[in-house]
């Protein structure tokens, strides 16, 4: 859903405003509904509403992008392994203190091939009410870090929580990063029931999909294997977040 389908909300309000008469019940109405479609426009990530972010790749073969967010931890090495194994290689949003404090890790996602993405500094929870300039300065240090630990440069950014904004967006353009989104989002983090994950990952899959995963944990690992044996299974091949970004510099 693009600005275009909120100017025609805006709009209807308004005529359903003078139809009724500027009832005050009316603009109150109007008022929520409005704030409810930009809350919603702000948590949704496909909806482009404040940053145009990639959620998918247009293709017409079987393939699909595994990406992991909020790392490396004490898990990630069992993911590169398995990952090795089925020689298949994923995008990680990686987070600037988890880089710190896991660094032989990042460096292993690196030289294994794997892409790179920034997550910011710190994965703040107030994410969604820092200013331009914080966010700039959470974006900028994770590039540091990067960096620093890693010898590359990355233009990849994923926002926090899917969550976009004003001031995001402005930071995001003051950085000169490409915001990415997904279309599969596993909800790892919030189910315990391994089955349930893996039943919206693979349900939820398309051609081209972005996979939203986390390397943070015993049970999406455990996912992870059953997930790349149905891939395989299904004869779907793998690509890495770069390459979309790559393929439309081409179009």
């Given at each position: 859903m693009k600005h275009y389908l909120f100017i025609l909300f805006y709009l209807f309000c308004n005529v359903f405003i003078y139809a009724f008469h500027g009832s005050?019940?009316?603009?109150?109405?109007?008022?929520?509904?409005?704030?409810?479609?930009?809350?919603?426009?702000?948590?949704?990530?496909?909806?482009?509403?404040?940053?145009?972010?990639?959620?998918?790749?247009?293709?017409?073969?079987?393939?699909?992008?595994?990406?992991?967010?909020?790392?490396?931890?004490?898990?990630?090495?069992?993911?590169?392994?398995?990952l090795k194994e089925h020689q298949v290689?994923?995008?990680?949003?990686?987070?600037?203190?988890?880089?710190?404090?896991?660094?032989?890790?990042?460096?292993?996602?690196?030289?294994?091939?794997?892409?790179?993405g920034n997550h910011t500094l710190s994965h703040s929870n107030s994410t969604g009410f820092l200013s331009a300039s914080k966010m700039i300065h959470e974006i900028e240090k994770c590039d540091e870090i990067i960096q620093n630990t890693g010898n590359i440069k990355t233009s990849l950014y994923r926002p926090p929580f899917g969550v976009t904004n004003p001031n995001i967006a402005k930071a995001i353009k003051k950085t000169n990063k490409k915001s990415i989104g997904w279309n599969v989002r596993s909800l790892d983090t919030i189910i315990d029931d391994e089955k349930k994950i893996y039943g919206r990952v693979t349900k939820g899959l398309k051609k081209g999909s972005i996979i939203l995963l986390h390397d943070t944990s015993e049970k999406t690992y455990r996912v992870l294997i059953d997930l790349l044996v149905f891939l395989k299974e299904k004869k779907y091949s793998t690509f890495t977040v770069d390459s979309v970004i790559n393929s439309n510099k081409n179009d």
């Open positions: 005050f019940w009316v603009y109150l109405f109007c008022f929520f509904a409005f704030s409810a479609v930009v809350v919603w426009g702000s948590f949704d990530i496909e909806l482009d509403y404040f940053v145009n972010s990639i959620t998918h790749k247009r293709t017409r073969i079987k393939e699909v992008a595994l990406t992991f967010d909020d790392g490396p931890t004490e898990f990630t090495p069992k993911f590169l392994d398995v290689k994923a995008t990680f949003f990686c987070i600037g203190k988890q880089i710190e404090k896991y660094p032989e890790t990042f460096q292993r996602i690196i030289a294994e091939g794997h892409t790179i």
